[in-house]
């Protein structure tokens, strides 16, 4: 099974600051890279597929890069709604495991 | 608008059964692979098991594996979880998933609001 590992566990940061966040496998997943964005209370939204394919509807602050085994997802310009945990998930190899999260905070 | 409306949860003892439902709406069901996502109380994502968009394709997590089922009926737009030898560590809030793609199972493009299994004597 492939382990996902994210780093820091907890960001604080301030609204109008980036932030980045990190995501490294235990074996090359190639571009097979999700991140997902989770608030309280409710359900994961997709965020980015194929490492940086922005999915349908999010911001262009948000960017995803990396290949392989080392992954960045970047928020340019910390905005209010963006305080939340942001999950990564490889889906090249069954079991499909996520990253254990990280805290975007003020 | 994807709409994803799970149900089912509640409390059961360890070693009881119970089945998930997910009734889908807002797009064409059998396009696209559809999964349970789980989330223990205050922890993270774990991909519980998929299915591909014509049913003949599953995927279960080793922690689930022989315990649970995953099906779905096209004709009804609705996805299933039969969920047997139940433990307390299947305690969490279960979530139905639509993919991106039709015959693998890929990412969580859709997801419902979830519902939760509580497995406690």
């Known amino acids: 099974e492939i382990e996902m590992t994210q780093s820091p566990a907890t960001l604080s940061v301030s609204p109008g600051e980036r932030a980045t966040l990190s995501c490294r496998a235990s074996?090359?997943?190639?571009?097979?890279l999700a991140w997902y964005q989770q608030k309280p209370g409710q359900a994961p939204r997709l965020l980015f597929f194929?490492?940086?394919i922005r999915a349908t509807g999010i911001p262009a602050r948000f960017s995803g890069s990396g290949s392989g085994t080392e992954f960045t997802l970047t928020i340019s310009s910390l905005q209010s709604e963006d305080f939340a945990v942001y999950y990564c998930?490889?889906?090249?190899?069954?079991?499909?495991?996520f990253g254990q999260g990280t805290k975007v905070e003020i | 608008e994807v709409h994803l409306l799970e149900s089912g949860g509640g409390l059961v003892q360890p070693g009881g059964s119970l089945r998930l439902s997910c009734a889908a709406s807002?797009?064409?069901?059998?396009?696209?692979?559809m999964s349970w996502v789980r989330q223990a109380p205050g922890k993270g994502l774990e991909w519980v098991s998929g299915?591909?968009?014509?049913?003949?394709?599953?995927y279960y997590a080793d922690s689930v594996k022989g315990r649970f089922t995953i099906f779905r009926d096209n004709s009804k737009n609705s996805l299933y979880l039969q969920m047997n030898s139940l433990r307390a560590e299947d305690t969490a809030v279960y979530y139905c998933?639509?993919?991106?793609?039709?015959?693998?199972?890929?990412?969580?493009?859709?997801w419902g609001q979830g519902t939760l299994v509580t497995v406690s004597s």
């Open positions: 074996q090359s997943v190639s571009l097979n």
């Open positions: 194929g490492a940086s």
């Open positions: 998930q490889q889906y090249n190899n069954w079991p499909y495991s």
């Open positions: 807002g797009f064409i069901f059998s396009d696209y692979a």
């Open positions: 299915i591909s968009g014509n049913g003949g394709r599953t």
């Open positions: 998933v639509q993919d991106d793609q039709t015959w693998v199972v890929t990412v969580g493009k859709y």
